[in-house]
Nanobody, 119 residues
Framework: QVQLVESGGGLVQPGGSLRLSCAASGNIVSIYAMGWYRQAPGKERELVAVITSGTTTNYVDSVKGRFTISRSNAKNTVYLQMNSLKPEDTAVYYC?????????????WGQGTQVTVSS
């Protein structure tokens, strides 16, 4: 079993910054890619950013140049630094992790953290 716990969401004004964290714990043998998704009201969940175990990154076009994904393998943690936030970034942000445990390999999800960008 793997648990992903997100933190760092909240209310911020347009142009502001937030840093999200997601820590994985449990019977983890190894973690492959880790990523951040978001879901705004009335919209489908979308990929925001992903980072491989080799630290290759990829971003959705709408956040390129504003968001940075990073990870600490020692802490089994993935981060999302969000700068120059816009109202359209408002959503519930979810992290996921492709993990191998003694039971096998699958993708696990966090519970989500709310990010609201508003003046």
């Amino acid at each position: 079993q793997v648990q992903l716990v997100e933190s760092g969401g909240g209310l911020v004004q347009p142009g502001g910054s937030l840093r999200l964290s997601c820590a994985a714990s449990g019977n983890i043998v190894s973690i492959y890619a880790m990523g951040w998704y978001r879901q705004a009201p009335g919209k489908e969940r979308e990929l925001v950013a992903v980072i491989t175990s080799g630290t290759t990154t990829n971003y959705v076009d709408s956040v390129k140049g504003r968001f940075t994904i990073s990870r600490s393998n020692a802490k089994n943690t993935v981060y999302l630094q969000m700068n120059s936030l816009k109202p359209e970034d408002t959503a519930v942000y979810y992290c996921n992790a492709d993990c191998r445990t003694v039971a096998g390999r699958r993708v696990w999800w966090g519970q989500g953290t709310q990010v609201t960008v508003s003046s």
